[in-house]
């Protein structure tokens, strides 16, 4: 049987997050091993020796998918047909900064990325913003791309979602597969809103494992500053967690989802059906029949501590959109 080949466009190709998840793309990890891969990795003019270099590293591993591989600092050329693009390039935040300080000059970058994913990708493509803010950065590239299907785009919120998993995890002392039913509305900010009302551990309700205390008080601000302390621990923000995530988040579209289950994507807002408002890119609970497409998990209910909460991150969504409006 001949093999399918996708063309996957992944920027910040020289960066950190980047040196992780080409290695991990090109493994098979996100389209499975029937699937072969021509890689287009951007970055800007300063890193194509870089780049240059992460080419001949990922020939240097003979990854039996890996077809072909572009590099350059030209968007429009790399993502000629592209099915689907990683969108990682633009600035890390550092100690003591908010992940929106970065949205003056990182917004900037996805205009240019939505023109270009416009007028040269697959008008099919799946896009998922990783860059900071990622929220409003996909809002910004989605509005540049109108070529393209709105519900295409999605920002990286799997990473608080593992977050939070992983957290349960060592707390209850299980495996991480046995925690189901983790949702993070909102935000990717210190606003994001880590939901344990949903959460199974094993056949077990959370709260019968875990003191509800705990959970609204340390779990939600563990999962919620996460971020900031791997930056103060490390000097750098995440990096192979959030290759990590964006692996799950981008195979997460193209495999079904087990009935009752759901993963957390951040995407458009409009036709939510849980009263959240139109044209922001929200975390919610999707699902997906494994073919690229999603629908939102309707009828999970808010109890007043997680309604109380997201108001504040659907509030900071739309102050984060005010901010950008002459990039949409
Ligand atoms: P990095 O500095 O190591 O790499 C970023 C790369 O992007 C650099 O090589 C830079 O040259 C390149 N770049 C900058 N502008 C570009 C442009 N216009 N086109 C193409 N490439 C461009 O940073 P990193 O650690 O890989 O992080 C990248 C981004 O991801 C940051 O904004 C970071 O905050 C964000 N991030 C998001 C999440 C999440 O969960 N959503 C998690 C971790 C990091
Ligand atoms: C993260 O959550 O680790 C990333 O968004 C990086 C950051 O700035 O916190």
């Known amino acids: 049987m001949k093999k399918m080949v996708k063309k996957i466009a992944v920027t910040g190709a020289g960066g950190q997050i980047a040196y992780s998840l080409l290695f991990r793309i090109c493994v098979g990890e996100v389209f499975g091993k029937e699937t072969k891969i021509s890689l ?16 001949m590293e990922l020939e240097d591993c003979a990854f039996p998918l890996l077809e072909e ?17 990683f969108l990682v390039g633009a600035k890390p935040r550092g100690v003591g900064m908010e992940r929106s300080d970065l949205l003056s000059e990182n917004g900037k970058i996805f205009i240019e990325m939505g023109r270009a994913l416009n ?13 900071n803010p990622c929220n409003t950065n996909c809002l910004i590239c989605m509005e540049n791309a109108p070529a393209i299907p709105r519900k295409n785009f999605h920002a990286l919120m799997r990473l608080d979602e593992n977050r939070a998993r992983g957290l349960l995890a060592k707390k209850a002392g299980v495996n991480p597969s046995l925690v189901k039913g983790v949702v993070i509305w909102g935000n990717h900010s210190t606003t994001q809103v880590p939901d344990y009302t949903h959460i199974l551990i094993g056949k077990k309700s959370l709260e019968e494992v875990i003191d509800a205390h705990w959970l609204q008080e340390e779990f939600t601000e563990t999962v919620q500053k996460r971020g900031s302390a791997v930056i ?25 989802t087990p009935s009752g289950e759901w993963f957390t994507s951040a995407v458009l807002s409009d036709d939510n059906p849980y009263g959240i408002e139109k044209g922001l890119i929200f975390g919610f609970p999707c699902r997906s029949r494994g073919d690229g497409e999603y629908e939102i998990v309707p009828n999970l209910p808010w109890n007043y501590f997680i309604s109380e909460k997201i108001a504040v991150t659907q509030k900071e969504l739309l102050e984060e959109r005010e901010m950008v409006r002459q990039y949409l």
Not at 69 to 85: Q, R, T
Not at 119 to 130: N, P
Not at 235 to 243: H, L, P, R
């Open 40 to 55: 287009r990795m951007l970055d800007l003019p300063a890193a194509e020796g870089i780049l240059a270099g992460v080419a």
């Open 69 to 85: 591989i572009h590099f350059g600092s030209n968007p429009e050329e790399l993502f000629e047909g592209v099915d689907c693009a």
């Open 119 to 131: 007028l040269a990708a697959s008008k099919d493509v799946k896009v998922l913003v990783v860059g």
């Open 232 to 256: 103060k621990a490390r000097g750098k923000s995440s990096a192979a967690s959030a290759a990590s995530a964006s692996v799950d988040a981008m195979r997460a579209l193209f495999t079904p």
